[in-house]
């Protein structure tokens, strides 16, 4: 049998979604993974990777529309690779989404409703971002690239980034990549430079803003991380604030503070550990005010989690859980645990594990749609023993 060439074009229709929500077609007997496509799309694509069961290819010609099909609002959504679900409208993206997580956890045995938050605001909700300049090009990387797609506007990003991304779109900076982070409260924009790992500030730019997620304000740095969508955030962490009220928290991968202060200002104390000694800093900055909080530099997989701790709460990076932070939740006191996750994949075979080696039962589980127009979805589980 010939087998496809990457970058050959091949026609063929859109049979079904396969998570995250990537549309799947099939061509020569294998499946064709097209992003930016829906069930009934008709398409012309380029295939840009072949294995021997299937191919991952880029549309370059909608041929038919399927009838949910709608005309994305930004004009470089087919070659960006910021977005992936613009071309259906966002009630369909918001179900979209709730199917595959569910689809992720069944993968994993856990058959069950997933009830799913819509970001309060689809557009313009997006208060951090990463611009690409190289060679003179200012805009985000082309979908499975590192080829700099030239964007002036991006209409998900807030308007104070949206000018960021405008004003160095008219007069280029050096290449690198440039950090933005805006304010919903003060709406303002800092903006930091990364070359090599190594971060400093950019000049005409404060390096942080002030921020306030409904718990009192904080600084946040945009060389370190921050929550992209402020209208999502605020929902999450009054409900960790809600589920830890009076209670002696343990806090794992606790950045900067964001759900730290959250928690501690209901809570009856909060130990938070976090790797990096620059976000422990600032948290302890952010947290200054609370009495009830102490704030430990160290991995968290390493952590000590103290005998009289009631609540575990762990927002981990996409990889999950490693198995030093499993251990010490199954071998700690604690009575609950809550999981927050920007990966349902490795969410899901968490959970897993920690219910058929402890006494934990999962009691709550929603997604959050921190990410509208993309396939990125937020979680929020809550165990208990």
């Known amino acids: 049998m010939k087998h496809q060439q990457s970058g050959e074009s091949i026609a063929l229709t859109i049979a079904k979604y396969a998570p995250p929500g990537i549309g799947l077609g099939y061509a020569r007997d294998k499946a064709v993974f097209v992003p930016a496509t829906s069930p009934g799309d008709q398409v012309q ?6 294995k021997k069961r299937h191919m991952r290819a880029e549309v370059t010609a909608i041929l038919e529309p399927s009838p949910q099909r709608v005309e994305p609002f930004c004009p470089h959504y087919l070659k960006c690779g910021g977005c992936d ?13 709730q199917r595959m997580a569910q689809e992720t956890l069944a993968g994993q045995s856990m058959i069950r409703e997933i009830p799913l938050v819509p970001s309060p605001e689809p557009v313009a909700y997006r208060h951090r971002a990463q611009l690409k300049v190289r060679h003179g090009q200012v ?7 590192n080829q700099v797609v030239p964007v002036a506007n991006c209409p998900v990003l807030a308007p104070p980034l949206q000018q960021v991304v405008q004003d160095m779109a008219a007069r280029p900076p050096r290449d690198g990549d440039y950090l933005l982070l805006a304010s919903a409260r003060q709406a303002s924009a800092a903006v930091s430079f990364r070359d090599h790992r190594a ?3 950019v000049e005409g730019f404060p390096p942080m803003v002030q921020e306030d997620y409904g718990f009192g304000p904080m600084l946040l740095d945009s060389a370190g991380f921050a929550q992209a969508n402020p209208f ?12 830890c009220a009076g209670q002696h928290v343990f806090e794992g991968y606790c950045g900067s503070g964001t759900f730290s202060r959250a928690i501690a200002s209901g809570a009856a104390s909060l130990e938070a550990w976090e790797i990096s000694a620059p976000a422990v800093k600032l948290a302890r900055r952010n947290c200054r005010d609370l009495a009830n909080t102490r704030f430990q530099a160290g991995d968290a997989e ?42 349902p994949a490795t969410m899901a075979r968490d959970l897993r594990f920690l219910q058929e080696n402890s006494a934990f039962t999962l ?15 937020e979680m929020l589980a809550m165990l208990e023993r």
């Open 199 to 201: 971060c400093e500030p």
């Open 85 to 97: 679900l613009m071309h259906i409208t966002y009630p369909d993206q918001v179900s979209l989404k």
């Open 363 to 377: 009691t709550h589980l929603e997604g959050f749609d921190m990410y509208p127009h993309t396939t990125h979805l």
């Open 302 to 343: 390493k952590s000590a989690i103290g005998s009289d701790r009631q609540i575990v709460v762990v927002d981990p990076p996409r990889t999950g859980l490693g198995r030093g932070m499993t251990s010490r939740i199954l071998a700690s006191h604690a009575k609950k645990l809550i999981y927050i996750s920007c990966n």
């Open 139 to 145: 805009g985000f990387f082309a979908r499975g690239t």
């Open 232 to 243: 999502v955030t605020v929902l999450m962490a009054s409900h960790v604030a809600s589920a």
């Open 45 to 50: 694509a380029r295939v840009t990777q072949e």
